[in-house]
């Protein structure tokens, strides 16, 4: 598994469960229902940034099968109204 490196100014990233609930409800339940313990680490720091730094640029990089697809999705669901609207 690879480890998301982190700029020496960012904060660690948040705990699971707190990362969790500032999710869209509608992505918290897929979360839930798919039966996943917890986030992924690259998912938990893609998190970070996109929700405490919104004009910030963010690239993903990881191994294959490391949650990238999520980490860039879930925020994005739980920021734009209207994507959230439409899933509903």
């Known amino acids: 598994m ?3 490196l982190l700029s020496p100014t960012m904060p660690r990233p948040l705990p699971s469960a707190t990362a969790l609930s500032r999710l869209a409800p509608f992505v ?3 979360v839930r229902r798919s039966g996943w313990e917890s986030l992924r680490p690259i998912q938990l720091s893609a998190m970070q940034v996109l ?3 919104p004009q910030a640029d963010l690239i993903i990089a990881a191994g294959t099968a490391s949650g ?3 980490a860039s999705w879930f925020p994005i669901l739980s920021i734009d109204p209207a994507l959230a609207a439409r899933s509903s």
Do not use: I, L, M
């Open 68 to 70: 990238k697809t999520e």
């Open 2 to 4: 690879t480890t998301p």
């Open 28 to 30: 918290q339940d897929f």
């Open 51 to 53: 929700f405490d730094s």
